[in-house]
Each structure stands twice: as C-alpha cells, then as structure tokens.
C-alpha cells in the first residue's frame, strides 16, 4: 500500500566528511541496536571511502544510506577481482514503502559499472531484499558448538612440531596478516584487505564479550616463522560437576595442516572447558574430518557472502573453470539490463572467454542465479532441480555445472 503521508522524494547524494556521524546514527537506528563503542565508531569512519557512499536526505534527515567499500575478491582459479562490497544499507522506518532502497540501490549499481567493477557483493541483515536486486547466496559458513569432552581429535602427523605460544593480539598483528595474505589466492570467496582492514579482527570492546574473556591469541611457529594463528574469549562457568568454561573462536588461519590441526587441538584443551563455539567457518573445513564423533559438535550452515554480477561478461572472464566448457547462456537481468541477452562461455583451467552473440541459448537464468553459482559453492544442477536454471541443450547443464566448480568451497572470512 503506498504512503499516502509520503511527501517528497528524499534527496540522494554522495556522503560527504561532516554528514558521516549524521548517516551513522541512522544506521544504527535503523538496525535496532545500542550505540557501538567509541573504537568501532572510529574504525568503520576511517574506513568509509566518502565518495563510494549515499545518503538519502530528508531535509536535515539522513533517512537512507548505502556505502560500497573497495575491495579485491578470490574467484575460482586464484585471481583477485575488483568487487563493490556494499555495506551500511538502511533505510528509517519513517520512510519505508516510498522507493528509497529501491533508489539507492539503483544508483549504486550504476555507480559501481561506472567504477569498472564487475561485482558486488553484500552480507544479508534480511535474505529476501536482495534477490530482486540481482543477488544470489554464494558461500555459505558452518557453525557448531562442540563438546570437546566426548569429540576428540585425531591430528595429522607433524601436529607436534608446531610451536604454540600466547602473545597480544596486537603485538602479533603483522605476523597474523602475512599468514592471512598468503591464504587469500587459496579459496575463493576471501577478501584481500586493505590498510586498515586488519583492525578489525582484534576489535575488543567489553560490550561485546559477552562475560568472556579480552580476546586472546596464540600463534603457530615453525623453523622461526609464523604458521598460523588463533583468536578467542573464554568465558569461565562452574556447574554442579566442576568447570564447564565455553570458549569462543574469533579467528582461525593456518598455513598447512599440522599448524591447523595444532591450533585446533590447543582449543580443545583449553583448561576448565567443554564447549567449544566456533561460527562463520568454511563449510569443508578440516576439524569435521579431524573428530571422533560429529554428532557431539551439532553443525549447522548459514548463507553468508551474495554475490551480484555487475558486468556479466567481465566477471565470467575473470575467473578460470574446473573443466572445459563451451556453452552459451540466456541471462535475465530486470534491475541492470545491460547484462540482458546471450552470452558465449569458453574457458578451461587457464582462461576463459565470455562475450555477446546470437547463437542458440543452451541455459536459460537470471543473473541471481548466475551470482549464487559464480564462486564454485552452488551448482547449477541443484538451480535447475528447484527450477531456477533450465536446459535448453542435451548436456549443457551437466558441463557448465561441473566447469563452476571449485575445489575448496567459498567462504568468507569476516564481514563488513
């Protein structure tokens, strides 16, 4: 039902130094929540690229806001492409049902073509927003709460030639970054950080803690160098049996196996624990293989990082694909209707193609799906069982489905 209250059009414009406190307070309205600590206010400030950010203004009213941080994205194959992670959408509920999200994210999108960036990609507060907008769910994270009691672990060998030592989680820093920088190629889905970017993972206001501990760290070492680190809270509890601690994973990375394993095993035995809580990890991750008893760690999955093909022919170039593929698709685009039309397909393990032609469609889809299959995590084969993908060539779809694939599933480290 439309508002019948609604006056004017707000007014959209690019964020400016001076109405970033103005549009941050919306936003923090606007989710619900109590104001972040002053050291998280300060972050997100100095990580805000002023001209990659809107605000919907009515007069003196920030009531709508959507930002899009610059970063560079692994896609199958290894390579690091630009990508508009857009961040901070919100609009006041004053103002809902007037066309002001659908504005914004009509500007950002031609704002992001414009920047030469071929995706966009976004955390969901609300899954169902984003589908009309071209965005599809492309990775995916488990979470789980072990009970490292009755789960053991079995540890690769080499496990106990890693060195673990505790230190501050800001003293390590740059050693946790190296590490982390050499795993960005690995996987895709992980996001290269910029400068600044690294403040995020040892954030540590009280607020937060949830009764736990500061954040502590403890890094891996080999042969004098840093393999792998680890970040968590413990958060202390006693019951009628004794100590029943929980302790909670921040950050995990590892260079190779035996660093893994080792910094797993140090977080099962953490002293007067028997729960383990570890959420937003990769859904092929190596501990599910590495304990004795499954059941005893209740898995679950959760969408996590959507992806939006902004350009469809420069983000299918891109990237590289598992098996060769020739096959040419009908792509459906409402929202950016440049990405409308056929579209040729040929690559292999060392490249590909994408370009415009008129040949016969052999897939038909719509650029969401197109986004949720692009990182390897879901195939086109379960698209097309739930109707979303349709063959129109004997075969296409079982070779486009095996060619997205990716060997390490996608995953996103942190969000934004």
Not at 113 to 126: F, I, M, Q, Y
Not at 275 to 289: F, H, I, K, N
Not at 373 to 396: I, K, M, N
Not at 402 to 416: E, K, R, T
Request: charged fraction near 25%.
């Amino acid at each position: 039902m439309a508002n019948e209250h609604a006056g004017p059009a707000p007014e959209l414009r690019v964020l400016k130094p001076d109405e970033w406190d103005a549009l941050y307070a919306h936003l923090i309205r606007a989710f619900g929540g109590p104001p972040e600590a002053e050291e998280e206010r300060e972050l997100w400030n100095s990580l805000t690229e002023f001209d990659r950010f809107l605000g919907a203004w009515d007069g003196e009213e920030c009531v709508g806001s959507a930002g899009a941080f610059r970063f560079r994205l692994t896609v199958p194959g290894g390579a690091s492409v630009p990508a508009a992670g857009v961040t901070m959408v919100g609009v006041a509920a004053t103002h809902r049902r007037r066309g002001v999200l659908t504005s914004l994210m009509r500007r950002q999108l031609d704002d992001v073509r414009s920047w030469g960036e071929p995706l966009a990609v976004l955390t969901a507060s609300e899954p169902a927003i984003y589908g009309r907008f071209g965005y599809g769910a492309a990775t995916f994270q488990r979470d789980a709460e072990i009970d490292t009691v009755r789960a053991g672990l079995s540890v690769p060998p080499g496990t106990d030639d890693v060195r673990l030592r505790y230190a501050a989680p800001g003293d390590v820093l740059d050693a946790c970054e190296a590490v982390y920088a050499q795993l960005v190629p690995r996987r895709p889905g992980m996001l290269a950080r910029g400068p600044g970017w690294e403040r995020l993972g040892v954030l540590d206001p009280e607020s937060e803690r949830g009764g736990a501990s500061p954040l502590q760290c403890v890094v891996a070492e080999r042969d004098g160098g840093t393999v792998g680190y680890a970040r968590f809270r413990v958060k202390p509890s006693w019951g009628p049996g004794g100590p029943d601690g929980e302790v909670a994973l921040s950050a995990l990375q590892a260079l190779d196996p035996a660093a893994e394993a080792a910094l797993w095993r140090f977080l099962f035995d953490i002293d007067l624990t028997s729960t383990l809580v570890a959420r937003g990890r990769p859904v092929d991750e190596s501990w599910q293989y590495l304990v004795s008893d499954i059941r005893r760690c209740r898995p679950r999955m959760r969408d996590a990082l959507y992806v939006r093909l902004v350009d469809v022919g420069a983000a299918l170039r891109a990237r590289t694909y598992q098996a060769p593929v020739d096959v040419v698709f009908e792509v459906d685009d409402v929202f950016c209707p440049w990405n409308t039309g056929r579209w040729r397909l040929t690559g292999d393990a060392k490249g590909a193609s994408c370009v415009r032609t008129k040949d016969a469609a052999d897939l038909t889809l719509s650029v969401r799906e197109l986004g949720a299959a692009y990182l390897g995590g879901v195939s086109l084969t379960a698209l097309a069982a739930a109707g979303r993908v349709r063959e129109l060539r004997g075969g296409a779809l079982a070779e486009a489905s095996l060619a997205f694939g990716s060997g390490p599933a996608p995953w996103l480290p942190h969000g934004f």
